[in-house]
T-cell receptor, first 112, second 114 residues
Framework: AQKVTQAQTEISVVEKEDVTLDCVYETRDTTYYLFWYKQPPSGELVFLIRRNSFDEQNEISGRYSWNFQKSTSSFNFTITASQVVDSAVYFCALAGGNKLVFGAGTILRVKS | ETGVTQTPRHLVMGMTNKKSLKCEQHLGHNAMYWYKQSAKKPLELMFVYSLEERVENNSVPSRFSPECPNSSHLFLHLHTLQPEDSALYLC?????????????FGSGTRLTVV
């Protein structure tokens, strides 16, 4: 069975701090895909990134970076120099067997 | 119009009312989903439609009735709801029903049952 665990229910930081959101997954598939989504207060889940299981290169996109480590089954997400607009719920998700499985989400609050 | 569009954005209904939520996608996707998101709870997958056939129904009460007339439209018909059904209802679509390319979500309908 596939499972995604986001152990951090809620994180609060002050603007300009760096913050890392943890994601640990379980799957028996050898080919799978990992995702991060952002859900701002408006409600829509916004796609941030998709990685396949064969590509362990870390990725950086502006202030966002992702660290994929198969050895620890983790796909962590770091926001550098956080801003108030980063405040949202962030979901990690896994696709492999037959559907996309979401973690419970991490609420990020960035205070000015 | 691109993406996934949900209407209405907000809905307040009484327990005896009948209403419908609408979802429309113009992405050429062939799978569509309804999710329920309650306060402080994980996303709950309710229904999955693939090529207009319902392929998954996660023990959802019969007061929720989905309809997928074509690959671009998905409805959720509501009747005799309970206050605990108040939640954000999210529609999503994807290329294929395995989620390998991720889902595209709508903005959701925030439902309040009074």
């Amino acid at each position: 069975a596939q499972k995604v665990t986001q152990a951090q229910t809620e994180i609060s930081v002050v603007e300009k701090e760096d913050v890392t959101l943890d994601c640990v997954y379980e799957t028996r598939d050898t080919t799978y895909y990992l995702f991060w989504y952002k859900q701002p207060p408006s409600g829509e889940l916004v796609f941030l990134i998709r990685r396949n299981s064969f590509d362990e290169q870390n990725e950086i996109s502006g202030r966002y970076s992702w660290n994929f480590q198969k050895s620890t089954s983790s796909f962590n997400f770091t926001i550098t120099a956080s801003q108030v607009v980063d405040s949202a719920v962030y979901f990690c998700a896994l696709a492999g067997g037959n559907k996309l499985v979401f973690g419970a989400g991490t609420i990020l609050r960035v205070k000015s | 119009e691109t993406g996934v569009t949900q209407t209405p954005r907000h809905l307040v209904m009484g327990m005896t009312n009948k209403k419908s939520l609408k979802c429309e996608q113009h992405l050429g996707h062939n799978a569509m989903y309804w999710y329920k998101q309650s306060a402080k709870k994980p996303l709950e997958l309710m229904f999955v439609y693939s090529l207009e056939e319902r392929v998954e129904n996660n023990s959802v009460p019969s007061r929720f009735s989905p309809e997928c007339p074509n690959s671009s439209h998905l409805f959720l018909h509501l009747h005799t709801l309970q206050p605990e059904d108040s939640a954000l209802y999210l529609c999503a679509s994807s290329e294929g029903d395995r989620g390998l390319y991720g889902y595209t979500f709508g903005s959701g309908t925030r439902l309040t049952v009074v």
